[in-house]
């Protein structure tokens, strides 16, 4: 069963992570971590939203601590860029799964203009934390 585990004065709660759950998290992972351009926000970002062993794996490499993951980030953006969701967030998990598992086909580009570059998020998420993220690229900036 997929839950979270939430401490509040010394009282532990079990609380179940929905789809509803895991779409924000993938949602926030788009705009608040790889859509910044601070790297102290990503951190700050990354340190709420995934468990500190989480890999991110995509073309460019395997990223394995929120400091990779937030220069990794760094190196991809472009100035005045945005980020575009391309379709809704399909949770791919069933509802009781221990491991609830989401994708996400995004752009990323000029607002207003077609994406320079599109891709796909899955993200696997336990105990209310990103574990991993998978990123496909469909096309490179330039193609």
Known sequence: MDFVIITLN???ILAM???ELITSILKENLYKIFGS????ERLKHLARLWSPDALFIDPLGV??????????????QQEGWVFSELS??????PPNSEIGVARLRWGYGKPGEEPE????????VKDGKVERLYTFLDSK???
Do not use: M, R, Y
Request: aromatic residues 4%; charged residues 15%.
């Open 117 to 124: 570059l599109t891709g796909l998020d899955v993200i696997s």
């Open 37 to 40: 351009p601070s790297h102290e």
């Open 63 to 76: 990223f394995k601590t929120h400091e990779e993951v937030s220069n990794a980030v760094s190196g991809l």
């Open 10 to 12: 010394n009282w532990t």
């Open 88 to 93: 809704e967030v399909q949770v791919t998990s």
């Open 141 to 143: 900036p330039g193609n």
């Open 17 to 19: 992570a929905s789809a």
